[in-house]
């Protein structure tokens, strides 16, 4: 007979400060345990080396669902009905708003059964230093309406949230057909309005190339979201991955970790792309000459092995005359990348000011 065990519940990690019981959160500002209820400090036990090498897993074997439990885990979520979002909850909070987009919604009692991560890049900007690199790239943008900028500046609170990764590693051997160009000139002599005149003229002399590059692989990122936009999530490149840390919960005490939405087939995919591009350039290069051409380039990948990673972003969503704004700061270098509104009566301003500063300058040019 088939099993009809239930599932396990997922577990619930809590880390009650030992000098009144309140939940201790990591604080990025101390690199440890921090009690907001009574300001106790505590240190992360057994916390991980920074230069401790995280394992990898087999991509086959994942694609198989072949992967020991232990690599598995279940959280409870709650999904956005706006923008699709997987927030991982704890069994307390019953209702929020999205961090991703401001959106107002319930928790449901739904879990997510995915691949375990694998490393974590512990935050190491704080809220309050997060708040001020948002700030200052406000105040860097021209006609952005001042009353978002008030707006975002009250000091509400950003979110800080583990966003999903996936890193692959891969050898590859790729043999290339082509062609390499070597410019020469020659002189050739024309006629103009009833004169001769020699001109230089470029030439390429192409010539036949094949060969085989070989490059392995490391850590090539590909984010795991659909949350936010892909130009955020790029912008905040690059990350320092040689700060990762083997996963532990209580790096994600007082923040929220979103479900990856993007699978691992479709990561890899996503990492194929990235890694064609690196080997057409080696291609390139080895092709040499002034130019080349490539007819074909025939790949194969082996030994791929991946890592599910969480990456820290502090959040803002503000809602401003209806419309959703984002920003997001990168949690580990402090970069800003935003959605900004336009002030139609400032770009109307400047434009006044042009005409006005034109019409200065063509009346002094005529005086």
Same mark, same amino acid.
């Given at each position: 007979?088939?099993?009809?065990?239930?599932?396990?519940?997922?577990?619930?990690?809590?880390f009650?400060?030992?000098?009144c019981?309140?939940?201790?959160?990591?604080?990025?500002?101390r690199g440890?345990?921090?009690?907001a209820?009574?300001g106790?400090d505590?240190?992360?036990?057994?916390a991980?080396?920074?230069?401790?090498?995280?394992?990898?897993?087999?991509?086959?074997?994942?694609?198989?669902?072949? &992967?020991?439990e232990?690599?598995?885990e279940?959280?409870? *979520?709650?999904?956005?009905?706006?923008c699709?979002?997987?927030?991982? &909850?704890?069994?307390?909070?019953?209702a929020?708003?999205?961090?991703f987009c401001a959106?107002?919604?319930?928790?449901?009692?739904?879990?997510h059964?995915?691949?375990k991560p694998?490393?974590?890049l512990?935050?190491?900007?704080?809220?309050?230093?997060?708040?001020?690199?948002?700030s200052?790239w406000?105040?860097?943008?021209?006609?952005?309406?001042?009353?978002?900028k008030?707006y975002?500046?009250?000091g509400?609170?950003?979110?800080?949230?583990?966003?999903?990764?996936w890193?692959?590693d891969a050898d590859t051997?790729s043999?290339?057909s082509g062609?390499?160009g070597?410019?020469?000139y020659?002189?050739?002599t024309?006629?103009?309005?009833g004169?001769?005149?020699t001109?230089? *003229?470029q030439?390429i002399?192409?010539?036949?190339?094949a060969?085989?590059?070989?490059?392995?692989?490391?850590?090539?990122? *590909? *984010?795991a979201?659909?949350?936010?936009?892909?130009d955020?999530?790029?912008?905040?490149?690059?990350w320092?991955?040689?700060?990762?840390v083997?996963?532990?919960p209580?790096?994600?005490s007082?923040f929220?970790a979103?479900g990856?939405?993007?699978? &691992?087939?479709?990561?890899?995919t996503?990492?194929?792309g990235?890694?064609d591009?690196?080997i057409?350039r080696?291609?390139?290069?080895?092709i040499g000459?002034d130019?080349?051409?490539?007819?074909?380039?025939?790949?194969?990948v082996?030994?791929v092995?991946?890592?599910h990673?969480l990456?820290?972003?502090?959040?803002?969503?503000y809602?401003?005359?209806?419309e959703?704004?984002?920003f997001v700061?990168n949690?580990?270098?402090a970069?800003?990348q935003?959605?900004?509104?336009?002030?139609a009566?400032?770009?109307?301003?400047?434009?006044?000011?042009? &005409?006005?500063?034109?019409?200065?300058a063509?009346?002094?040019?005529k005086g």
């Amino acid at each position: 007979m088939p099993d009809t065990t239930p599932p396990p519940p997922p577990a619930e990690h809590r880390f009650p400060c030992e000098s009144c019981g309140a939940d201790m959160r990591f604080d990025p500002a101390r690199g440890m345990m921090h009690c907001a209820h009574c300001g106790a400090d505590a240190p992360m036990e057994d916390a991980p080396s920074p230069t401790a090498p995280l394992r990898e897993l087999d991509f086959d074997t994942a694609l198989a669902a072949r &992967l020991p439990e232990a690599e598995m885990e279940e959280t409870r *979520v709650s999904q956005c009905p706006n923008c699709g979002a997987d927030v991982a &909850l704890d069994t307390e909070t019953h209702a929020k708003e999205c961090p991703f987009c401001a959106t107002p919604v319930v928790a449901g009692t739904g879990t997510h059964r995915h691949i375990k991560p694998r490393g974590v890049l512990p935050f190491s900007v704080d809220e309050a230093a997060a708040q001020e690199a948002m700030s200052r790239w406000l105040g860097s943008l021209w006609f952005a309406p001042n009353g978002l900028k008030a707006y975002a500046r009250k000091g509400r609170r950003m979110q800080g949230i583990y966003v999903p990764y996936w890193t692959f590693d891969a050898d590859t051997r790729s043999r290339y057909s082509g062609q390499r160009g070597t410019v020469y000139y020659e002189n050739r002599t024309v006629m103009r309005d009833g004169k001769r005149e020699t001109r230089r *003229v470029q030439k390429i002399r192409w010539r036949p190339a094949a060969g085989q590059v070989a490059r392995f692989f490391d850590d090539v990122l *590909v *984010v795991a979201s659909r949350s936010l936009p892909r130009d955020h999530t790029d912008a905040l490149e690059p990350w320092d991955l040689s700060a990762l840390v083997p996963y532990r919960p209580d790096f994600l005490s007082g923040f929220r970790a979103e479900g990856y939405a993007v699978g &691992l087939e479709e990561g890899f995919t996503e990492a194929r792309g990235k890694m064609d591009r690196v080997i057409e350039r080696d291609v390139r290069f080895d092709i040499g000459g002034d130019r080349q051409r490539i007819h074909s380039i025939d790949t194969s990948v082996s030994d791929v092995t991946f890592k599910h990673v969480l990456l820290p972003v502090w959040l803002a969503a503000y809602k401003f005359r209806g419309e959703t704004y984002r920003f997001v700061v990168n949690g580990q270098t402090a970069r800003v990348q935003g959605e900004r509104p336009w002030s139609a009566w400032k770009i109307a301003l400047a434009v006044v000011a042009g &005409l006005i500063v034109a019409g200065i300058a063509g009346y002094v040019a005529k005086g």
